[in-house]
């Protein structure tokens, strides 16, 4: 079974801390997503990776940046926390000619 | 620009009944469709893909269609059961590139 797991649940950061979200999978995927969750607002792109060090910006990049050092890992940084990026965040990964997007568990961050 | 529709945003059902779910979208233009089901506080699980050259999938209870001409796919859930109260997401992926559009989503509850 594809597994993606995200390094934590639940988060609380201060206004204008640096944060680090971590995001692994263990099938050798190709291409790696960054998405946040927003009620009324769905699910919006923020980055994603189809190979190591590369990256594209999805719609909503600012305040955000990412790293992809290995295949397996891509991590969302945000550069100076803001309240407006409390969110649910969702890491998912895919094979490109497969398609299907598998997903993490999400993290859940409050930004006080 | 792509958006992606979901009506109802929620739906409350007797055990037992078949059910219909709607996905809109704007843009013909796309490289496939996926039905998500997401439980409360937790990542998306892929249900069903179809692509742009396909009319339907299925699997067990669940059968999505596609219809690219008028922008319209449905996901027919038979035979409900509380065990399928979730939050059911679509999401387009755009010709051309890795990006997926998401609805967002129809939540729905039966009741036993």
């Known amino acids: 079974d594809v597994k993606v797991t995200q390094s934590s649940r639940y988060l609380v950061k201060r206004t204008g801390e640096k944060v680090f979200l971590e995001c692994v999978q263990d099938?050798?995927?190709?291409?790696m997503f960054w998405y946040r969750q927003d009620p009324g607002l769905g699910l919006r792109l923020i980055y994603f990776s189809y190979d190591v060090k590369m990256k594209e910006k999805g719609d909503i990049p600012e305040g955000y940046s990412v790293s992809r050092e290995k295949k397996e890992r891509f991590s969302l940084i945000l550069e100076s926390a803001s309240t407006n990026q409390t969110s649910m965040y969702l890491c998912?990964?895919?094979?490109?000619?497969?398609?299907?997007?598998?997903f993490g568990p999400g993290t859940r961050l409050t930004v006080l | 620009k792509q958006e992606v529709t979901q009506i109802p945003a929620a739906l409350s059902v007797p055990e037992g009944e078949n059910l219909v779910l709607n996905c809109s979208f704007t843009d013909s233009a796309i490289y496939n469709l996926q039905w998500f089901r997401q439980d409360p506080g937790k990542g998306l699980t892929s249900l069903l893909l179809?692509?742009?050259?396909?009319r339907e999938q299925t699997s067990g209870r669940l059968n999505a269609s596609l219809d690219k001409s008028s922008g319209r796919s449905t996901l027919y859930i038979a035979a409900s059961q509380p065990g399928d109260s979730a939050t059911y997401l679509c999401a387009v992926r755009l010709s051309g590139t890795y990006k997926y559009i998401f609805g967002t989503g129809t939540r729905l509850k039966v009741l036993a």
């Open positions: 099938m050798d995927h190709e291409n």
């Open positions: 998912a990964s895919n094979y490109p000619a497969q398609d299907t997007q598998y």
């Open positions: 179809i692509q742009s050259s396909q």
